[in-house]
T-cell receptor
Framework: AQSVTQLGSHVSVSEGALVLLRCNYS??????LFWYVQYPNQGLQLLLK??????LVKGINGFEAEFKKSETSFHLTKPSAHMSDAAEYFC?????????????FGQGTTLQVKP | DAGVIQSPRHEVTEMGQEVTLRCKPI?????LFWYRQTMMRGLELLIY????????DSGMPEDRFSAKMPNASFSTLKIQPSEPRDSAVYFC???????????FGSGTRLTVV
């Protein structure tokens, strides 16, 4: 079975500061991992995905995430926050090998960016 | 591509009424998912289809909920009768081969009064 834990339901940073959103996963098989972003009143948009290739994954809008098997983590980072990054972020996991198509989402982290 | 299209964007209905939510997936995608999002429970997978066939409906909360996918370009989620606790944002998503990331629609905000 797969599960995802996002540490911190709310994260607040100043504009220009480092963004770090934490995600830990549990999976009995090698996982595929994803980060999605949701802006107010919109659907979720894929930021980046790990599918067993390079462990450091670069996504859209300057975000990146590193898959660390030893820590069962897939934290999302961005070197310098922008006001437009304020949104809710979701980490998700699926069992990569069995291709069930089923994504399990974390509870989400709301990112606030202060001027 | 126009993306995943959901209709209506907003629906307000009275308790006991039937509600039908509609979804048009991205052409060529072989998986379709219905999710519900609430503040209390976050994102919940209700049901998903592969090649128009329901694969897992274990997340459908009650018999009042039903979903169909009559063809590759259309799916419906029906609630009959609706209750206030069904109020939520319902998302449809589609993907190619399941595990490579979904594309979500903009959602339907359902309010049952």
């Amino acid at each position: 079975a797969q599960s995802v834990t996002q540490l911190g339901s709310h994260v607040s940073v100043s504009e220009g500061a480092l963004v770090l959103l934490r995600c830990n996963y549990s999976s009995s098989v090698p996982p595929y991992l994803f980060w999605y972003v949701q802006y107010p009143n919109q659907g979720l948009q894929l930021l980046l995905k790990y599918t067993s290739a390079a462990t450091l994954v670069k996504g859209i809008n300057g975000f990146e995430a590193e898959f660390k098997k030893s820590e069962t983590s897939f934290h999302l980072t961005k070197p310098s926050a922008h006001m437009s990054d304020a949104a809710e972020y979701f980490c998700a996991v699926s069992p990569g090998s069995s291709n069930t198509g089923k994504l399990i989402f974390g509870q989400g982290t709301t990112l606030q960016v202060k001027p | 591509d126009a993306g995943v299209i959901q209709s209506p964007r907003h629906e307000v209905t009275e308790m006991g009424q039937e509600v039908t939510l509609r979804c048009k997936p991205i052409s060529g995608h072989d998986y379709l998912f219905w999710y519900r999002q609430t503040m209390m429970r976050g994102l919940e997978l209700l049901i998903y289809f592969n090649n128009n066939v329901p694969i897992d409906d274990s997340g459908m909360p009650e018999d009042r909920f039903s979903a169909k996918m009559p063809n590759a370009s259309f799916s419906t989620l029906k609630i009959q009768p609706s209750e206030p606790r069904d109020s939520a944002v319902y998302f449809c998503a589609s993907s190619l081969q399941g595990n490579y990331g979904y594309t979500f629609g903009s959602g339907t905000r359902l309010t049952v009064v």
